[in-house]
Nanobody, 115 residues
Framework: QVQLVESGGGLVQPGGSLRLSCVAS????????MGWYRQAPGKEREFVAF???????NYVDSVKGRFAIARDNAKNTVYLQMGSLKPEDTAVYYC?????????WGQGTQVTVSS
């Protein structure tokens, strides 16, 4: 069982930055895949980024060059550094972990990009 708690969301102006954090209830060193997804109002949840235990990363095209995912196994934490934010980045952002073929999700944190 893995519990994930996100934080760091908020209101930011276009062009601004935010860093989201996802803290896991236990060690993440054995969790090969950890990722971030987002869901905008009226839309389906979409993949944003993932990172493997070996540090391999992947991003959806719309955030490449603007977002960076990182993990700190010692702190059981995964981060999503978001820069050059756009209004279309507005969504609830969810942390995801896959362990033993089971999907775990956090409760989400709201990111609103608006002037």
């Amino acid at each position: 069982q893995v519990q994930l708690v996100e934080s760091g969301g908020g209101l930011v102006q276009p062009g601004g930055s935010l860093r989201l954090s996802c803290v896991a209830s236990g060690s993440i060193s054995s969790i090969n895949y950890m990722g971030w997804y987002r869901q905008a109002p009226g839309k389906e949840r979409e993949f944003v980024a993932f990172i493997t235990v070996g540090g391999h990363t992947n991003y959806v095209d719309s955030v490449k060059g603007r977002f960076a995912i990182a993990r700190d196994n010692a702190k059981n934490t995964v981060y999503l550094q978001m820069g050059s934010l756009k209004p279309e980045d507005t969504a609830v952002y969810y942390c995801n972990a896959i362990l033993s073929s089971k999907n775990y999700w956090g409760q989400g944190t709201q990111v609103t990009v608006s002037s």
